[in-house]
């Protein structure tokens, strides 16, 4: 039962938080999902519908697995590949959608990258 209600919660404040918030082409959104296991992050176009680009750590998980990454490092990872990617398509500025989680540990970790690979937000 708390599993449900965290999940409303959860999608309440990002309904909230995407009311206020979309991409464009010039401009993506960088939306962030974080499960149990893997954090996914990809550029959306709202305009259009569409999903520019989407990057995960789940086939990174096993190249990391010998140096004993945590799933923080890891996040931090996705991002730089993901801003390494949009850089590569010629995007620089994206909207960052936090995906109603809070700003801290992966999430938080995976704007860093991001930021650090190039993106601005």
Not at 22 to 27: C, F, I, L, P, V
Not at 65 to 77: C, D
Request: hydrophobic fraction near 40%.
């Amino acid at each position: 039962m708390a599993k449900i209600l965290k999940q409303k919660i959860r999608t309440r404040r990002h309904a909230r938080a995407r009311a206020k918030i979309s991409g464009t082409e010039a401009r993506p959104r960088l939306c962030v999902f974080r499960s149990n296991k893997h954090i996914y992050a990809s550029l959306i176009d709202d305009e259009k519908n569409i999903t520019i680009l989407a990057v995960s750590d789940a086939k990174m998980k096993k190249v990391k697995a010998e140096n004993n990454a945590g799933k923080t490092a890891l996040a931090f990872r996705v991002g730089e590949l993901i801003a390494q990617k949009a850089l590569k398509n010629k995007i620089d500025k994206v909207v960052f959608d936090r995906g109603g989680y809070k700003y801290h540990g992966r999430v938080k970790a995976l704007a860093d990258g991001a930021r650090k690979g190039g993106l601005k937000f």
